[in-house]
């Protein structure tokens, strides 16, 4: 009977234990015992079971008592579906009583004894017997007398005897805590469904105290920052469970840490560890740490869990499993997060400059940052909102500080290990981050901190080295990210996979410059007005804008010419023959205006005009609703040179870099159409400039014309606007904004509520929505191919780099998504994957 609530069953070879059922642990565990590693007897509790103890059915002792055999303790531990799941805290130790305390005290000795039933009284007491914790902590020579006295004043019944009783009583607290409230929130935030099923391990537990070689420990096989293969781990002598044995010692796994070595001092131990690790990578697919006991020289191996490990670690680990043969290349592409492929991308410092040391700790976060020296996350926010680099130093940071971790580059504590808090937080963030940095003292008062004969202050500059532990004085030179060989390896296997293609939106030659490095397959977006945002570019601009006459607009469009001319050549050179699409501009005009007296009074100087005309023009200028009013295709078609200029300055770089490199087909691309007659308009005077620049350069070239589906109109009116355009492109920023009727620039104030109650499931700026947004691209899609079935579709919103709204394009049937430069990796893989 599957549902006898008796039932625990013993892990064997070839026993029926499945994950659904029993969770990952006992699997896991079944795999190991598979392989003939040294596993103690194990038992398997359903899902099922726990279940129905949970709801108050009481396993009968009797039908636990053949699970107590050989050292007479057992262990039990939770076994979720997913290990990331988490589960009710192990308990250890259950069996020990009266009777087997006297039979441990002849064979390791009194103190020894006393150590582990202690620990046993003490945490059934608390976790099961849910006494008050404060009552419990008893130490010393008479603690374990006074713990079971205790016990009986508290609860008026002896310590319970009787090992089955036990077992049942610690069965029926761990399914009801799997219950309760706080847990399932837990599991909820790790994607876990609230009514998950738990399964429960009941495992002989292998003595780690008494005489010869006895102890607890883990090992791993690799570095869980950078996956490289390095042995890691501790070993704690005489420790059993909770209970620390006379004579209790750390030792390091390998003489490498620098330290006492398990390695040295039990060379064939370390080397049966060894081989465990090796077979467990290869049979579990998946590099592990195992949980192992020493008893007397014998080891047991007591559990193996997948290593924890940052982003870069991930990407190593899928490729060397995959180059080792160990899985194929597609699941080591379906193994990485797409996500995590953003914190690879970090900075290093430049191996060939000098290194001013002055301080070492642990390699906690990846990248290198060089700031000015903040002791408060307040600072570190002012420091922030100054548009200042700031590196936070703490003596260790608490959640208070994420704020300020937020708004510097580089955090350092002198405090902490690989899991503290600092380190934790940095590597989710993409942080660089040394923390237990000991040779610090930091003196928050004074905002000074000391480094042996050193002394900084805040504002003092120094750089982070989060990749080899080092904190160096000054600013460092640095690298840019270093693309690494599994990196190269992960982005290759992708590439074969397929899917769609990927192209990064780059208005300046360095964007150029990393989508080339992250291999975009092109261009997709070039923001034009976006080339003339910086000081020295302004001016012309404002010019143009301002001008109200036909004739000082040639002018002004005559400065900016060669400009472009220039821009778009070096975007041509940089991108080598791959596409490049150019948009049309497309300004918020009220983004170029000034805004205050001050700004007003500059532009009047730089235009040599009086104030009150400058005024004027930019009060007649100005509109309600700009990001509605006079942008994208409807200046283009309401003052038309502007365009001309544009087309002229592409088709002139087009034959320059052509004649010096790889011929280059542009793409124009026109935004902000709502109807087919704007296509119209704008195609005939690009037509009529493309003419005149090959009959005045005495050459041939093509270009593709293409229209941004950015309004719903657009979307609707595919069908006719694709008749006369090459592509099309979502923009679906604006095609969110004007979907939903919600101000991209506006909707913070709101969208945190609005997140909050549910009312949108998530930031539809951030992921694509696909019920409103997305049935208008299926619709515009669907259209534009009945007229021209071989158009091509793009999308170069921001969703173009957020892995779930690539899959919807993937399914949408996009040809290539476009996104901004640092993202391209992040959706070749999501890419790939939505191809897998
Ligand atoms: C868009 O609207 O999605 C788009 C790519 O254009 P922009 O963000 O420049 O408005
Ligand atoms: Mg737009």
Redesign the pocket.
């Known amino acids: 009977n599957m549902h006898d609530i008796s039932e625990a069953t013993q892990i064997t070879p070839s026993g029926r234990i499945d994950r659904a059922r029993h969770g990952w642990r006992a699997k896991c565990l079944q795999r190991l015992i598979r392989m003939e590693l040294p596993v103690p007897r194990s038992f398997a509790i359903s899902s099922d079971i726990v279940r129905m103890i949970a709801q108050g059915r009481r396993v009968p002792p009797d039908a636990l008592r053949d699970i107590f055999h050989g050292s007479g303790l057992v262990s039990v531990r939770p076994s979720a579906v997913m290990p990331e799941w988490g589960g009710p805290g192990t308990v250890l130790n259950v069996g020990i009583n009266d009777a087997l305390h006297a039979r441990l005290t002849d064979h390791i000795g009194r103190e020894n004894a006393d150590a582990v039933y202690l620990s046993f009284v003490q945490s059934y007491a608390i976790h099961i017997a849910r006494l008050d914790p404060d009552m419990f902590t008893q130490d010393g020579p008479d603690a374990l007398a006074e713990a079971l006295r205790l016990y009986r004043d508290q609860t008026d019944e002896a310590f319970p005897q009787d090992p089955a009783e036990q077992l049942s009583e610690v069965l029926r607290s761990m399914a009801r805590a799997w219950d309760g409230p706080t847990a399932r929130l837990l599991r909820q935030a790790k994607g876990a469904p609230a009514h998950a099923p738990l399964g429960l391990v009941v495992q002989e537990m292998a003595l780690a105290l008494g005489p010869g070689l006895c102890g607890t420990g883990t090992i791993q096989f690799i570095d869980p920052v950078t996956g490289t293969p390095r042995v890691t781990g501790r070993f704690r002598g005489q420790h059993h469970g909770g209970a620390v044995g006379q004579g209790a010692e750390t030792l390091y796994l390998t003489r490498d840490d620098r330290g006492p070595a398990l390695e040295d001092t039990a060379p064939e131990i370390f080397a049966d560890l060894v081989r465990f690790g090796i077979a467990a990578r290869e049979r579990l697919r998946e590099e592990m740490q195992i949980e192992f006991v020493v008893t007397g020289g014998r080891i047991s191996v007591i559990d193996a869990t997948r290593v924890a490990r940052g982003s870069r670690a991930g990407v190593r680990i899928a490729v060397s499993l995959a180059r080792d043969g160990i899985i194929p290349p597609e699941e080591a592409l379906m193994r990485v997060e797409p996500r995590a492929l953003a914190d690879l991308l970090h900075h290093q410092v430049d191996p060939r400059a000098p290194r001013d040391v002055i301080a070492r700790g642990i390699d906690a976060s990846p990248g290198a940052a060089t700031g000015r020296i903040v002791f408060s996350a307040t600072a570190a926010q002012s420091a922030q909102s100054r548009g200042e680099a700031c590196v936070l130093v703490r003596r260790e940071t608490v959640p208070e500080d994420i704020r300020g971790m937020h708004a510097s580059v580089g955090v350092l504590t002198e405090r902490g290990g690989t899991t503290s808090h600092a380190a934790v937080i940095a590597r989710g963030l993409g942080l660089p981050c040394i923390v237990g940095a000991t040779g610090l003292t930091i003196d928050p008062r004074a905002r000074t901190l000391r480094i042996g004969t050193r002394t900084l202050a805040e504002g003092d500059e120094i750089t982070i080295d989060g990749s080899s532990g080092e904190v160096l004085a000054g600013a460092a030179t640095l690298l840019p990210p270093a693309l690494d060989d599994a990196f190269t390896q992960l982005m290759d296997w992708a590439a074969e996979a397929g899917g769609l293609g990927v192209r990064a939106n780059a208005d300046t030659p360095e964007d150029a410059e990393t989508a080339r490095r992250f291999q975009a397959q092109g261009i997709g977006?070039c923001?034009t007005e976006h080339m003339f945002f910086d000081a020295d570019r302004l001016p012309a601009m404002r010019e143009m804008i301002f001008a109200d006459t036909p004739e000082d607009r040639r002018l002004s469009l005559d400065r900016i010419l060669p400009m472009q001319r220039q821009d778009f050549t070096r975007l041509f050179e940089i991108m080598a023959g791959l596409p490049v699409t150019i948009r049309l501009f497309?300004p918020p005009l009220h983004e170029f205006l000034p805004h205050d007296r001050e700004g007003l009074r500059e532009l009047a100087e730089s235009m040599d005009l009086p104030l009150s005309d400058v005024t004027r023009r930019v009060e007649a200028l100005s509109e309600f609703n700009p990001m509605l009013g006079m942008r994208g295709v409807r200046l283009g078609i309401t003052i038309p040179e502007i365009y001309e200029m544009q087309a002229r300055a592409i088709f002139e770089a087009t034959v320059d870099a052509s004649r010096r490199g790889a011929p280059v087909v542009p793409e124009i691309m026109i935004?902000l159409v709502s109807a087919m007659r704007e296509v119209e308009l704008v195609k005939t005077r690009v037509d009529a400039v493309a003419a005149a620049v090959r009959n005045e350069r005495r050459t041939d070239f093509t270009y593709r014309l293409g229209v941004?589906v950015?309004t719903p109109r657009a979307a609707l009116r595919a069908g006719d606007i694709a008749a006369h355009s090459a592509f099309l492109s979502f923009?679906?920023?604006?095609?969110t904004q004007m979907t939903y009727g919600l101000s991209r620039d506006d909707a913070g104030r709101f969208m945190g509520t609005y997140v909050g109650q549910g009312v949108y499931a998530e930031d539809p700026f951030h992921v694509l929505d696909r019920d409103g947004v997305g049935e208008l691209i299926l619709t515009g899609v669907q259209r534009a191919r009945e007229t021209k079935p071989g158009i091509t579709i793009s999308v170069?919103?921001e969703h173009g780099g957020n892995p779930e709204s690539i899959a919807f394009c993937h399914d949408a049937g996009v040809d290539y998504v476009s996104c901004s430069p640092f993202r391209v990796p992040v959706a070749r893989l999501a890419a790939a994957q939505s191809a897998i």
Request: charged share 30%.
């Open positions: 977006l923001r497309d935004p941004m950015e923009g679906t920023n604006d095609l170069c919103g």
